[in-house]
């Protein structure tokens, strides 16, 4: 799986930048980056991409690789970019996830298949912090100006969510699937 975000300039004082998130089993890499592997079973990865600098055509080139990994299975389905300089990735994952050494989430049940939110830094690609979405398997995110998180996402549990900037264990508000 594939997702592909832009972001430029204006909005955040980088260079021109293109981000690429889903997940991997066994090992993966970009060209002059990793490799990244899993025996186990699916890891998570977010890669950054940088564009050549002088007049067109432009090309693409690997700058940062980003792994989230487990002792089973992780999905990231969605990015998104606020205006700060930080990415925000959602997925799920079950019994455990690591974004860094010092930052894991694990689920309430052992077995179970939880949500999350993660958000790191563009430049470096380093993680800053996470936090678990239980009740819910998100398939997308979106930020506003405040960067309040929206969350779409699939059963069992809620269809939507908004949780305030920084996200933690309370949200704002919940919609159910409807009946039928």
């Known amino acids: 799986m594939l997702k592909l975000t832009r972001m430029g300039s204006v909005a955040t004082g980088v260079p021109p930048a293109a981000f690429a998130c889903g997940h991997f089993s066994g090992n993966f890499s970009l060209p002059g980056l990793g490799p990244l592997s899993n025996s186990v079973g699916q890891d998570g990865v977010v890669a950054r991409f940088d564009r050549s600098p002088g007049p067109p055509p432009f090309n693409w080139f690997p700058a940062w ?67 678990a979405v239980p009740g819910m398997t998100p398939t997308a995110i979106a930020l506003d100006p405040t960067t309040a998180i929206y969350l779409a996402g699939s059963a069992p549990g809620a269809m939507a969510r908004l949780y305030p900037p920084g996200g933690g264990a309370g949200f704002n508000w919940t919609a159910a699937h409807p009946t039928g």
Do not use: P
């Open 65 to 131: 690789l980003a792994q989230a990994s487990s002792t089973t299975n992780v999905s990231v389905n969605d990015l998104t970019l606020d205006a700060g300089g930080r990415y925000y990735i959602t997925g799920s994952y079950t019994n455990d996830v690591a974004f860094s050494a010092s930052l894991t989430l694990t689920t309430s049940v052992a077995g179970a298949t939880e949500g999350f939110v993660a958000w790191g830094d563009v430049n470096t690609g380093d993680f800053i912090d996470a936090f």
